[in-house]
């Protein structure tokens, strides 16, 4: 079983960049589909982006392509999704999640393990 843990949310501007990781125990995430969700405030939660457990497939939703950018650091054991020109409407919890040698899916239902979730919140 694997435990995950978000950090790096924070308070940042409209176009501001904001980098969260997603570090891994108990298991290593080399073997891992990484997936990044989040959730807003009276919303349901809803997909970002997403990595393969090879890395070979890497998709993400149509509202942060070309912004966000999902990655993965074996060595440390941690993940990454890096922001960038960040808009108020990205505001919400960002959640991790991990399947082992799972598919780069965009359903929550999908992945068996979770992180407690970071804040963003990006001001206009």
């Known amino acids: 079983q694997v435990q995950l843990v978000e950090s790096g949310g924070g308070l940042v501007q409209t176009g501001d960049s904001l980098r969260l990781s997603c570090a891994a125990s108990g298991h290593t995430l080399s073997s891992y589909a990484m997936g990044w969700f989040r959730q807003a405030p009276g919303k349901e939660r809803e997909f970002v982006v997403a990595?393969?457990?090879?890395?070979?497939?890497?998709r993400d939703a149509d509202s942060v392509k070309g912004r966000f950018t999902i990655s993965r650091d074996n060595a440390k054991n941690t993940a990454y999704l890096q922001m960038n020109s960040l808009k108020p409407e990205d505001t919400a919890v960002y959640y991790c999640?991990?399947?082992?040698?799972?598919?780069?899916?965009?359903?929550?239902?999908?992945?068996?393990?979770w992180g407690q979730g970071t804040q963003v919140t990006v001001s206009s």
């Open positions: 990595i393969s457990w090879s890395g070979s497939t890497i």
């Open positions: 999640a991990g399947k082992r040698y799972g598919a780069a899916s965009r359903s929550e239902y999908d992945y068996d393990y």
